[in-house]
């Protein structure tokens, strides 16, 4: 098999590079391990900055998103029993964010590769990549029990923070933190309580109220890093949601049937560089951010528009300028992200060994955000993004 773009991952990153790289005439191939209906069903966050919106409408990706997206003004900070609401298009010179779900733009992305006839391979695994730092790098990989390789011109892994292609850039340095903390995360069927994401932080730990439709709520709860999902009843996650979202109106929260329950780590981590050769990581390959703040699909957007740019300026141009910044141009966007997302991840959740001090530090930032519009507009510039390149 050969290509001129070997992709490795079918998730936001990989599916969204291969319609880029298509609409500029470029050949790829796709290998995922996973099957389709796994890649389509996998819970994250779905905040989609203003840039991202404008990319995937860009690609012609952006139809159902456009009919059945939520635009988003504002959030909500919640701290101390008050309610503050940050207004996006008011700090930011006209800027929002869209909620859509990261299932839906992963099936419409899956969709449209269906529709152009563009390889992409499900339960297909990559082993290694080989030869990046030669002009004819190589993906291993096995399918249906079968070992086989892709010759490609280019490889880039999306294959996310568990894949095989970090793992060939060699001389790499990687900087991380772990969080002594996660979230148990439930989808219920029933209406969001409020009409914008709740940010609220508690003394009993982090809460976030969120949604994926008008009819279907998304909420999560700071949790201690070892939890197991099973720990807690239904009953148990509403009560715990109800006094942490506590506030001192008649602001109520809607309880409904938990259809879905899970423990998300958080972790912080950043691999240097994102490029050997001609192999290029793109997405959660190269960097995770702790999901306060919704950056990680935003951030993988970023990567593979950099990346598809770069090669079509090298096809029509010959020069290897842009490429060769990949690396440099993107991690400058995922520091961005990454300070943002420790920010809201400080301010927001009580650490387990936080002293009083420390609380009412957390309590004064908020305050501040609150109070300064200087503060208030940093926020909400991070929040509906960085600009990409
Ligand atoms: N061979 C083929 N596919 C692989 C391999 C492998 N060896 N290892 C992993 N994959 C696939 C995974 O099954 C997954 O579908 O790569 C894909 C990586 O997708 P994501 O983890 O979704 O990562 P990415 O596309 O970078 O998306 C960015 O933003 O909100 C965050 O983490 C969240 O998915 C999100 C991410
Ligand atoms: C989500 O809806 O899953 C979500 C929203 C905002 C976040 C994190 C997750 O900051």
Redo the contacts with the bound molecule.
Sequence with gaps: MRTTVGI????????LLARLLHNAGIDSVV????DRA??ER?Q??GILEQGTVDVLREAGAGERMDREGLRHDGIELRFDRRRHRVDFPALTGGRSVMVYA?TEV?KDLIALRIEEGGPLLFE????AVEGADTDRPRVR?RREGVEDVLECDYVVG????????RSAVPDGRTFERTYPFSWLGILADVAPSHDELVYARHDRGFALLSMRSPSVSRLYLQVPADTDADDWSDERIWDELERRFETDDDWTLRRGPVTQKSVTPMRSYVHEPMRHGRLFL????AH??P?TG???????VG?VVTFARALAHRTATGSDDLLDAYSATCLRRVWQAERFSYDMTTLLHTAPDATPFEDRLQLARLDRIASSRAAETDLAEAYTGFPIG
Excluded: H, M
Aim: hydrophobic fraction near 45%.
């Design positions: 490795i991952g079918a998730g936001p990153a990989g599916l290998l995922e391990s996973r796994y890649v996998r994250r966050a990261q992963c297909t695994e990559a082993l990989f999306c294959d996310g923070f568990w894949g095989v292609a793109a997405g959660d390959a995770i951010v999901p919704a950056k990680g699909l935003n951030l993988a990567d």
